[in-house]
């Protein structure tokens, strides 16, 4: 019987999987051969072991700010190089130079580091000396300037290498050819103290540089003080000095012959007041700044320390009676001509050194004074008819001196602790301050205020203070206690510094 149905042979898949496995048996066993055959002919290639590892350049010298790059070179036994192998870097001492694994060396400080490198557990080293580079030059950023005092400004200089590469990691030394006139810091800020000129210098490992530096000032006003040359049969006499030029000397309106001391400018700036002799005759007497006209107040050797009114009318004083306790006496100028006692009220007390205030944000004023009671002096105040007293200070105080606003008042504090500093305090009480934030030698006197209230000027020794040959001069400081400036020289002492405003 028939079927249309083909038949399946089921033999098909086993044959096609055997001829499958011969085809690869096949190319296998051809592959095995061929490369046997190779063998046969070319044997198998080997590094040589490393024996050592040479590291160039030997003993290298690295300056600060730059790199330099090692070679490692591996060995085998006969001295021959090995190549192929990867090298590992190692530094003894980072904090002086690190090395990275191209064999780079970067400096970080000057000394010395054994650089390590290893290959296949051979090593190879070099000692790295880290150095300083040499500076060869120094600039400053001015070659000259002009500074007005009282003004700072910094100064900058730059190091460089005999290539011109800036060196910045070196130590400057400032020095100033005259501290008193252009002070420099360590940090090369300069400081204008007074007018005058001056190099300052910055020096860089044996390198310098100089600026020359000149100070200058425009003030509408001079200095006076007195000055006594400690001759016998001389007196003192007052002088005007100009700050502003360094050459000036100091000139006397006084003829010869005559003598005067604590000079006090009228508020105008055209008169001057002081205790002295004229003619042969001791009293108070008033002036013209540029000389003559004078004009005698009251007569006789008891009659000092004046002060005037802030409107010029009038001038409180002390009187110093052979006996008895000094006061503080009031004279009009232009009206009455007997003095009157302000302080009559104290009793048996010794009153002194007065100072007659500006006229305040009231439009009054205050007369400051010393008042001295069983050996201790301390500040007072009081209205310029003689009227509510107040004490002010309760050290042992003197020669009070008011600023030009009114709002505070500089003094001698001679308690044992300070010695004659000079202090400031509120007009109106309170906390008192040091002018100076350090003690100078021996004691400060007679504080002054300038007219622009920016600085006090006072008399000193300090400089010469318990040499055997000891003189007072006379010195300014701004009212911060900063620019500490010697204003006078020569061998006459001198005290009792006041201002005086410039006749235009």
Not at 180 to 206: N, W
Not at 219 to 229: E, G, N, T
Not at 239 to 255: C, K, N
Request: aromatic content about 6%; overall charge neutral; hydrophobic content about 40%.
């Amino acid at each position: 019987m028939h079927s249309d149905i083909p038949m399946i042979d089921r033999t098909r898949p086993v044959r096609n999987l055997i001829q499958r496995s011969v085809r690869a048996l096949t190319m296998l066993v051809t592959a095995t051969a061929a490369a046997c055959a190779e063998n046969a002919t070319s044997p198998v290639q080997t590094r040589p072991p490393v024996a050592a590892v040479r590291v160039s350049p030997e003993a290298p010298t690295l300056l600060m700010q730059e790199t330099m790059t090692l070679t490692a070179t591996a060995l085998d036994a006969d001295g021959q190089p090995v190549t192929g192998y990867v090298v590992a870097w190692a530094s003894s001492d980072e904090r002086v130079a690190t090395v990275a694994g191209t064999g780079v060396v970067t400096p970080v400080a000057p000394g010395v580091a054994t650089v390590t490198a290893g290959v296949r557990g051979k090593f190879g080293r070099v000692v790295v000396t880290v150095a300083q580079r040499s500076v060869a030059r120094v600039q400053l950023d001015v070659r000259e300037a002009t500074l007005t005092e009282g003004v700072t400004r910094q100064l900058a200089a730059t190091a460089t290498d005999a290539m011109g590469n800036v060196i910045t990691d070196r130590f400057t030394r400032w020095t100033s050819t005259d501290p008193a006139i252009v002070s420099v810091s360590p940090l090369g800020m300069m400081t204008a103290i007074k007018p005058g000129q001056v190099e300052i210098q910055a020096q860089v490992e044996g390198q310098r540089a100089a600026a020359t530096i000149t100070v200058n000032a425009s003030r509408p006003y001079v200095l006076l003080y007195d000055a006594w040359s400690g001759r016998a049969g001389e007196g003192a006499k007052f002088y005007g000095l100009d700050i502003d030029d360094e050459d000036a000397s100091p000139v006397t309106p006084l003829d010869a012959g005559d003598w005067g001391r604590r000079p006090r400018p009228s508020p105008d700036g055209r008169q001057v007041l002081f205790s002295g002799t004229v003619g042969g005759i001791l009293g108070l007497y008033i002036m013209n700044v540029d000389g003559g006209a004078y004009r005698r107040l009251l007569s006789g050797p008891s009659f000092g320390e004046p002060s005037w009114s802030p409107d010029g009318t009038k001038i409180v004083f002390v009187y110093r009676p052979p006996t008895g306790p000094s006061d503080i006496w009031v004279l009009d100028l232009a009206g009455a001509t007997t003095p009157v006692n302000l302080t009559a009220d104290l009793g048996r007390t010794n009153e002194s050194s007065p100072a007659w205030s500006p006229s305040l944000a009231d439009g009054s004023s205050r007369i400051a004074f010393v008042h001295s009671e069983n050996g201790v002096q301390r500040i007072w105040t009081m209205k310029p008819d003689g009227s509510d007293k107040r004490q002010l200070t309760s050290g042992d105080d003197a020669e009070p001196a008011w600023s030009p606003d009114g709002q505070t008042i500089a003094y001698q504090k001679a308690g044992v602790a300070t010695f004659g500093d000079i202090y400031l305090v509120p007009a109106v009480g309170g906390a008192e301050r040091a002018l100076i934030g350090f003690p100078l030698a021996g004691p400060q006197w007679s504080p002054s205020w300038s007219p622009d209230g920016r600085m006090v000027a006072f008399a000193s020794m300090h400089e010469t203070y318990g040499s055997g040959a000891s003189t007072n001069q006379i010195y300014t400081v701004w009212t911060d206690g900063t620019r500490l400036a010697r204003r006078t020289s020569g061998a006459m002492d001198k005290q009792h510094p006041a201002w005086i405003r410039r006749i235009q």
